[in-house]
């Protein structure tokens, strides 16, 4: 039997085929990775339907209000009261008109027309529809004036 | 000009590949963990005249808005879905009903002009508790169908009626 002898020399191992194989590795993470959807809030479940498509050309003014439950990390829900969430932040739909009017104040300071912006309400697929009904009425108040509104629901793949 | 010249012994240099695959599995990393499998979001468009949604709006369209009531049990499931008035059922089959219901609607408003369709506006009438999963379904179904991965629009002019206030 041949046995191979250690010489005190390290063989040399061939790095290219690894470096390939990381950087396509590299590229695919880059291109599948989103940033924008960053506002989407992981404690909203939305409904699912078969013809909510992606709006062909991109809105250049969305604000996206997540309106849904504080869930558990099995995602159960442990309080009833549906809340909105900015970020790490929420607020009843009842307690919301001060945060709406500070994001309406925010559009019209950096000159964009209010006509222009589009509320896109990401909602649970539990919340009561009166709740929906009653955010896009306080979007519409005084002060307020926000006047195009989108429901987002995820895509359902048949 | 300083000017590089070959190694005298024809020997290839040597890379220092150590620093650069440290970099690379950061960056692998890195993207790694950032990765957020998102399904695919789409949305509807909601035409909600201005002002207060209680007063009377005045559009141009110059028909009546088609309305869909949608009754809600304790639990805020469906309990009843009406397409103008007319029972739809809700056996699990009631918005198939609702987008044929629709359908024959708005091919009648293509026979008398086919500009009517455009005008024409779905005025939703949920109950308070509903689950709001129903109105996108209701939405979907007034919106259009799904053929052959081709959608075809019935409406696109959707709005809600004044809040249903009774929880």
Redesign the interface.
Known sequence: MKIKSSGSKAPDVD?TPM?DI??Q??AF??V???FE?QQ?DERVT??K???????VVKRENALTLNLGFEKDKEGEIIDPTPYIFFGDEKTTVEQSLTRLKQESQFYQTIGTDLADVTV?I?????????L???L??KC?EEGVGF?????????KV? | MKVRTRNPDGDKIEMQMSSMIDVVFQLLIFFMLTLKIIEPEGDFDINMPLGTPAAASVTDADLPPFKVRMEADANGNLAMLYFNGNPMGNDGQEFQRLNREIFLAVDSLKAIGPSNVDKQEVEIEPDYRLHYRYIIAAISACSGKMEGGQMTRYISRIKFAPINDQR
């Open positions: 790095m470096i990381v950087f590795l590299i993470f880059m599948i990775t989103n959807q989407a939305l409904p339907d078969q013809l909510a498509k992606p709006p896109e990401r909602a649970d697929a539990g919340v009561q529809s009166g929906v009904q009653e896009i009425q519409q006047q195009r509104f989108a429901l987002k629901a995820t895509q048949q």
